[in-house]
């Protein structure tokens, strides 16, 4: 059965990603962080969920997503990987930002998650944080 955490630590990693990329569109306010144990998946190292539009309004909600971490296969990445995996998700979140996807097809592939990982690493360094 798969159970679901809070994510704080995710939470902080998403927040300054967000920030040093500049990702303004995100409303952070309607951005969580889940981790999830017990998954069977063997593939799956994150996955991004968003709230629908008839779901914004019958509860009267603003668009929000939710990135989920599965422990069983990111908690045993290289930190890099995961920084990888979780610029892939934040890529899903259109300009738009409510409650849609952009696609792997289109937009969130392999090239484009290594351009924006390679410019967090730059941005990282030119802030003085990779030394922390």
Known sequence: M??????????KRITEIIDILKFDHIDQENLHCIRSRGSTSKRT???IHGL??????????K???????IH???????????????????MHIPQTAKGGFRHHKDHVTHENVETWY???????????????
């Open 2 to 11: 798969i159970q679901y955490y809070d994510a704080p630590d995710i939470q």
């Open 45 to 47: 190292i994150a996955r």
């Open 52 to 61: 629908g539009r008839i779901w914004q309004t019958a509860l009267d909600m």
């Open 63 to 69: 668009p929000t997503y939710i990135i989920e971490v």
């Open 72 to 90: 069983e296969q990111f908690d045993y990445y290289p930190p890099k990987s995961q920084d990888r995996t979780l610029i892939h998700e934040l």
């Open 118 to 132: 390679r410019r967090y690493v730059q941005r990282r360094k030119e802030l003085g944080l990779d030394k922390l």
